[in-house]
């Protein structure tokens, strides 16, 4: 979608190597999400941030951590890829503080690990 | 958790309507009902959300029940690209922004031509 972009698209790499995805946006919003989809499990909460080096744990988070030092980039690092984070992960931002409640998400980043 | 219930599947013929139900029954008196869906391999994409009024744009509708335990949303005329899964979700909204979204397994949409 306009307004956030994340890169790469799509990565392969080798179990034990460690793995950084970009989450970028030009929306000034407040909060950022990373999320994972995978089959059977739906889109599920990684980590999120609520403000610049301000961030939080969400339901799968072992395994990865997340940095944010400035307002539009949001940075997932998995430190040691395992075969289990294959998945097709997912950028979203919000600002609840300007009245925009809704999600609008990026459009994935489909990460393989052999 | 999520907190609604929807249909694993449903189909749909092209230029008809399409009804997407979902029950929310344990849903609190601030909690707002959203809609998303994801077309195959894209992000999710925000239709429309609604409190307890109906609500209408340029995508659909949002028919909430007068005790909010349910809600469907209307594809007025569904066309092939509508093709989908639908996710119905309840949150509060904050300014806090606490609360987050949280993704069921959704509805299946398929619009046959």
């Known amino acids: 979608d306009a307004g956030i972009t994340q890169s790469p698209r799509h990565k392969v790499t080798e179990t034990g190597t460690p793995v950084t995805l970009r989450c970028h946006q030009t929306?000034?919003?407040?909060?950022m999400y990373w999320y994972r989809q995978d089959p059977g499990h739906g889109l599920r909460l990684i980590h999120y941030s609520y403000g610049v080096k301000d961030t939080d744990k969400g339901e799968v988070s072992d395994g990865y951590s997340v940095s944010r030092s400035k307002t539009e980039d949001f940075l997932l690092t998995l430190e040691s890829a395992t075969s289990s984070q294959t998945s097709v992960y997912f950028c979203a931002i919000s600002d609840p503080g300007q009245g925009d409640y809704g999600y609008t998400f990026g459009s994935g980043t489909r990460l393989t690990v052999v | 958790d999520a907190k609604t219930t929807q249909p694993t599947s449903m189909d749909c013929a092209e230029g008809r309507a399409a009804n997407l139900p979902c029950n929310h029954s344990t849903i609190s008196g601030n909690e707002y009902v959203y809609w998303y869906r994801q077309i195959h391999s894209q992000g999710p994409q925000y239709i429309i959300h609604?409190?307890?009024n109906n609500e209408t744009n340029e995508m659909a509708s949002l028919i909430i029940t007068e005790d909010r335990k349910s809600s469907t949303l209307i594809l007025p005329h569904a066309t092939l690209r509508d093709t989908a899964v639908y996710y119905c979700i309840v949150r509060v909204d904050s300014q806090g922004g606490s609360e987050k979204l949280v993704f069921g397994k959704g509805t299946k949409l398929t619009v046959n031509p």
């Open positions: 929306e000034n919003h407040r909060y």
């Open positions: 609604g409190l307890k």
